[in-house]
Nanobody, 127 residues
Framework: VRLAESGGGSVQAGGSLRLTCAAS????????ISWFRQAPGTQREGVAG????????AYHDSVKGRFTISRDIDENVIYLQMNDLKPGDSGMYYC?????????????????????WGRGTQVTVSW
């Protein structure tokens, strides 16, 4: 499966962005899909994840209540709605997909479990 992110940009604190992850090559079915972000000099961290099939979601504590991961299975697209953005949210955002799995609740935020990655989209939040 190939992934392509879009929707990044520069916004002021308090603003919103919606990131899109378009999957191609195969239909998403039973995959774990997560959004990761990476700021310069830091490790890549998972901010939101979902399992295609179980319809559950999980979030990093720092984004709970502000970010929402959702999906349009018919279009093979995963979204990340980001509201009330803060400068600490700045970074390159990547979407990642695992192979088909029964669950990813315990590892959705760990990059080593994901086989497919997009090239990322930059998000910059300023005061």
């Amino acid at each position: 499966v190939r992934l392509a992110e879009s929707g990044g940009g520069s916004v002021q604190a308090g603003g919103s962005l919606r990131l899109t992850c378009a999957a191609s090559g195969s239909a998403l079915d039973g995959n774990c899909i997560s959004w990761f972000r990476q700021a310069p000099g830091t490790q890549r961290e998972g901010v939101a994840g979902t399992h295609i099939g179980l319809d559950n979601t999980a979030y990093h504590d720092s984004v709970k209540g502000r970010f929402t991961i959702s999906r349009d299975i018919d279009e093979n697209v995963i979204y990340l709605q980001m509201n009330d953005l803060k400068p600490g949210d700045s970074g390159m955002y990547y979407c990642a997909a695992s192979g088909p799995v029964s669950s990813c609740y315990s590892w959705w935020r760990h990059s080593k479990y994901f086989d497919h990655w997009g090239r990322g989209t930059q998000v910059t939040v300023s005061w």
